[in-house]
C-alpha cells in the first residue's frame, strides 16, 4: 500500500512540475532509492511490530499463568490456616480435657515450674496444663540432636523439680516437632534421613539427658511428630522456628496417657 501510494505521489509530483515534462534520470533513481528505503524500513517497522505483538501476547498469557497460580497458592494457604485453627482447637480442647480429669499439677511442682521458665525464657510453660515449650533453635544446633550448654542448664534443674516428692508418681512425655524444612546435606541425612527422625531424636536427647540426671526411666515416654503437627504456617523464618520445639508434657498419674498400659487398663484387660 505505502509502495502504491509513493508511485502515485511521485506521478503526480512529476505531472505538477510541468506536465508531461519528464524528470531526468538521476533525480528519478534518487527518488527510486529513497522509496526503496522507506518500503524497507516499513518492512522493518512492521515485522517489529509483529514481533512486539507477539511478545506482548507472551507476557499476558505469563501473567494469566502467574495470577492463576498466586490464586491456587491463596487458596492453598487459606486451607493451611484453617487447618492449622483445627489443630489449635483441637489442642485446647484436648489441653481442658486433660485438665478437667483432675490431672492437675500439684501447686508445689507448677510455681517451681513457673520460676524456672521466668529463669530460661526459651521455656514456655503453660499452669493450666503443665505443658511446656521448649525452642530447638537454643536446644540444639540446625540439623543436630546434641543439647547446647544453656539447654543442659535449664534441663538439670527441670529434673531437680522432677525429683522432688511433690513430683513423685508424675509422668513425662518429650515430644520432638520440626518445621517442613528437608533434611540438608548427604552427611545430616545419613543420621537423619527425614523429619520423623530427626524429631525424635531430638526428644530423645532430651529424656536421655533427664535419665542421667536422675529422672527414673519408668516415668518418661518420648514421642516424635516430625513436621505434621505445626503451630505456626510454615511460610517464613519466623513462622517456621516456632515448629521447631521440644515439648514436655508433665502429667497427674491419674490421667491417661497413651501408651502407659496402667493409665489405660480397661484396654489390658
Excluded at 22 to 42: D, G, H, I, K, N
Excluded at 52 to 70: G, K, M, P, T, Y
Excluded at 80 to 86: E, S
Excluded at 117 to 131: E, H, I, K
Amino acid at each position: 500500500m505505502l509502495r502504491h501510494c509513493l508511485g502515485i505521489a511521485l506521478g503526480v509530483s512529476v505531472l505538477a512540475a510541468g506536465g508531461c515534462t519528464w524528470m531526468p534520470e538521476s533525480q528519478f533513481s534518487a527518488v527510486q532509492a529513497r522509496f526503496r528505503r522507506l518500503s524497507e524500513q516499513t518492512d522493518s517497522q512492521q515485522s517489529e511490530i509483529a514481533n512486539l505483538n507477539a511478545h506482548r501476547r507472551s507476557v499476558e498469557d505469563q501473567l494469566i499463568a502467574a495470577e492463576r497460580e498466586l490464586a491456587a497458592l491463596d487458596k492453598q494457604n487459606k486451607a493451611n490456616v484453617q487447618r492449622l485453627a483445627v489443630y489449635e482447637q483441637e489442642r485446647q480442647a484436648l489441653y481442658r480435657k486433660l485438665s478437667g480429669t483432675g490431672g492437675r499439677l500439684p501447686a508445689g511442682v507448677s510455681d517451681q515450674l513457673a520460676a524456672l521458665a521466668r529463669r530460661y525464657p526459651f521455656l514456655n510453660y503453660d499452669p493450666q496444663t503443665g505443658v511446656g515449650k521448649l525452642d530447638t533453635d537454643v536446644l540444639f544446633n540446625t540439623a543436630e540432636a546434641q543439647l547446647l550448654p544453656d539447654a543442659k542448664e535449664m534441663l538439670t534443674q527441670f529434673a531437680g523439680i522432677l525429683r522432688s516428692p511433690d513430683a513423685k508418681g508424675l509422668r513425662l512425655m518429650v515430644v520432638g516437632h520440626t518445621d517442613n524444612e528437608r533434611i540438608k546435606g548427604p552427611d545430616v541425612r545419613e543420621e537423619y534421613p527425614n523429619n520423623w527422625h530427626l524429631s525424635a531424636g531430638r526428644a530423645l536427647a532430651v529424656a536421655d539427658f533427664l535419665r542421667v540426671c536422675g529422672v527414673s526411666e519408668t516415668q518418661m515416654g518420648v514421642a516424635g511428630f516430625g513436621q505434621y503437627q505445626p503451630v505456626a504456617a510454615n511460610n517464613s523464618g519466623p513462622e517456621r522456628q516456632k515448629n521447631r520445639r521440644v515439648e514436655l508434657f508433665l502429667v497427674a498419674p491419674d490421667v491417661p496417657v497413651v501408651g502407659w498400659t496402667e493409665t489405660l487398663s480397661t484396654v489390658y484387660r
